[in-house]
């Protein structure tokens, strides 16, 4: 038996799905009979909900033949046959038909499930310029509300005043508009999202013209930002009239401003799925304040709408996840967006740093040289500050501190990236004070015992800062952090007199993952010269560890990936618990989904081929653990004493005067227990 954790269901998500049938020009059974055979196709990969195109029983270019009898009483006849056929389904169906009510015809949405038609909602807005006369034919339904209609034998709710919430799957709350509803200044989906609709669907006709793709793609996009919503929006393809007009078949599922999936165009019979979190905009929305405020703005549609409940019975099966997942979710997979992020979180850490120093009239920049990712990152934003400045890169000040276990190749790399940026360099050896100062505290190590305990390790951390301090106060400077972002989520530094900190910690704000694509944009575009470019790649290539610890018997050197996990993992982690607050269990399913496989989905394009691997679920689960008890159960002290330094990413900080305020005696046991309960 498959355990819940591998269904969707269990994590807060939803397979919606928007269809294109095989159209015609008023055959409205022959539609009913595309419609159902698409339904069950879908019913059969696992999908919940299924949006259909505007009119897609009646047809939609059939002009006057809307107002005929004939095709009014097959249309209905077309949806008992859907209905009817609905009985034998589990995914809830939102089909489009005109159907008269009161000396009127409106062109509707019907939504459907398990032989029940839960409800009618009628177009708000008529579009009547240019190829559109809708106000020809029907009828707004604007200003409609608690009303009721006849359809398929049964007495339905109708109404723009409506949405439809399962009362057995939490978070599968939709709202249904049509078309030209969309295009309008105040779509009604907004009402509705506002309601409480986390999946807000658009039945569209809307016939082809060059550009309008990207059109109605920017409208989607832009009413799942607003809405914090899901939209899923389906237009009418082939075999619509094309006595004057063109149709496409253009199917669209966005999630916050994000495109999930996008069908084929100029196809029919077919339709495009994917799962949305609706975890996620629920929390999302509990965070954006704003949301709130428009709805007290709005009058609280909540009180307008009706909401109405059906039985969905989701299955617990695992039916796969139909949603893409990056490995890593602050870096774009997409080289475009790839590049376009790293240039901007380049130029956010240069300019921040380049208004802290004019801020302080700070005359020189210190600076603690390793030869690992940080040091080096922080260094080429500080020479790009100076550049900008028009200071000399010569007032910065780097320090490479060789301490008991500092590796030749580190140390060298330190030195060659100094002088190829034409830094002033210096090397300080911190063996003899930090020998002086475990002898004065009577540590094993100075009497010659191989002891490499915490306070071995923090002696040296230690020295290094208090040196680095030292010196800005000497040589007039400003202490520049290194330490990242994925670094403070697990607390992964030494507080106090220690890489916890600086005057400006230039790096808060990046996790260990990014720094590395930041490095090689820099190499790829240009931004130092072949000299430099050379070190970084160098660089790159080392493994990431503090060489605090000598190395042991088998030449092995102290890895910090081997301690606290792999940064891939933990920033993965950390993105989902900073910006989305997703519980643990789904934190870990969609870390599964995204590292199971290593020929799985997509990877950066410069990734090195040699770095891909897979994770299974019990390592995910193992450091997922870790990270949870180091995040939430005793490392929040360090975060709340934080020095300044730039937010850079949308993705999350952990700043106490920014995104993430915490106490720092707090307990990781709600998240432990949560983790154990749900993940096998």
């Not at 698409?38 to 696992?46: H, K, M, S, V």
């Not at 779509?187 to 506002?194: I, N, R, V």
């Amino acid at each position: 038996m498959t355990h819940p954790f591998h269904s969707i269901h269990s994590h807060g998500m939803i397979r919606v799905a928007a269809a294109t049938p095989a159209a015609s020009v008023g055959d409205a059974l022959a539609n009913a009979d595309a419609a159902i055979a698409l339904a069950g196709r879908a019913d059969t990969a696992g999908v919940d909900l299924l949006v259909f195109p505007e009119l897609n029983l009646t047809s939609y270019a059939i002009d006057d033949l809307h107002l005929q009898s004939a095709q009014q009483r097959a249309t209905a006849q077309a949806l008992v046959r859907v209905v009817e056929a609905s009985r034998e389904l589990a995914a809830v169906l939102l089909v489009g038909a005109a159907l008269p009510r009161n000396g009127r015809l409106y062109n509707c949405a019907v939504a459907i499930a398990r032989g029940r038609v839960l409800g009618v909602v009628p177009k708000t807005y008529l579009p009547n310029y240019r190829e559109y006369y809708e106000k020809r034919w029907f009828a707004s339904g604007a200003g409609l509300t608690g009303l009721s209609i006849e359809v398929a034998g049964q007495e339905a709710p109708f109404g723009p005043d409506l949405i439809f919430a399962a009362s057995d799957l939490p978070g599968f709350v939709f709202h249904a508009e049509i078309c030209e509803d969309y295009w309008a200044p105040a779509p009604p989906s907004t009402a509705g999202a506002l309601a409480g609709a986390l999946i807000c669907c658009n039945l569209s006709a809307s016939n082809i013209v060059i550009g309008k793709a990207r059109e109605r793609a920017m409208l989607a996009a832009a009413q799942s930002a607003r809405g914090v919503c899901a939209y899923v929006y389906s237009a009418a393809g082939p075999g619509e009239s094309t006595t004057d007009l063109a149709w496409d078949g253009q199917g669209l599922i966005h999630e916050l401003g994000e495109l999930l999936a996008e069908s084929e165009r100029f196809t029919s019979d077919d339709f495009v799925m994917a799962d949305v979190d609706v975890e996620r905009l629920a929390q999302e929305r509990l965070r954006f304040g704003t949301f709130n405020d428009a709805a007290v703005q709005a009058g609280h549609p909540e009180t307008r709408f009706r909401r109405v409940a059906f039985e969905h019975r989701p299955t617990l099966a695992d039916i796969g996840l139909q949603r893409a997942v990056r490995r890593f979710p602050f870096v774009p997979n997409d080289p475009d967006k790839r590049d376009a992020d790293c240039y901007e979180a380049f130029n956010i850490q240069v300019e921040a740093l380049a208004k802290r120093l004019r801020a302080t009239g700070t005359g020189k920049l210190v600076i603690g040289v390793s030869g690992g990712l940080d040091s080096t990152h922080a260094l080429i934003v500080a020479a790009k500050a100076m550049d900008r400045l028009g200071k000399p890169r010569t007032d910065i000040l780097g320090f490479t501190m060789p301490g008991f276990a500092t590796g030749d190749g580190t140390k060298a790399n330190a030195w060659a990236l100094m002088r190829a940026l034409g830094v002033t360099g210096e090397e300080i050896d911190i063996r003899p004070a930090a020998r002086t100062m475990l002898e004065t505290i009577g540590h094993p190590f100075a009497s010659g015992e191989p002891v490499y305990d915490v306070t071995f390790e923090n002696v040296q951390a230690g020295l290094r800062t208090d040196y680095l301090f030292r010196l800005a106060n000497q040589r007039g400077g400003l202490v520049l952090g290194t330490g990242d972002l994925s670094e403070l989520a697990l607390g992964w530094c030494t507080y106090g007199v220690g890489d916890h900190m600086s005057h400006y910690g230039i790096n808060a704000g990046v996790p260990k993952t990014l720094i590395q694509f930041l490095i090689r944009w820099c190499i790829r575009t240009d931004q130092y010269d072949v000299a430099t470019d050379t070190v970084l790649d160098a660089i790159l290539a080392q493994e990431i560890s503090p060489e605090l610890v000598p190395a042991d018997a088998d030449g092995a050197m102290q890895s910090t990936e081997e301690k606290v996990g792999p940064y891939a993992l933990n920033d993965f982690f950390a993105h989902y618990v900073l910006r989305h607050g997703l519980a643990p269990s789904t934190i870990a399913f969609l870390c599964w989904h995204a590292w199971r496989d290593v020929e799985a989905g997509r990877w950066p394009v410069d990734f090195p081929a040699d770095a891909r691997v897979a994770y299974d679920l019990p390592t995910i689960r193992l450091w997922l653990e870790r990270f949870l008890r180091r995040f939430f159960g005793g490392t929040q002290f360090k975060r709340s004493a934080l020095p300044n330094g730039p937010k850079v990413s949308a993705g999350g900080a952990v700043s106490p005067r920014g995104d993430w305020r915490a106490p720092s005696d707090g307990t990781a046991r709600v998240w432990l227990d949560e983790l154990a309960a749900n993940v096998p």
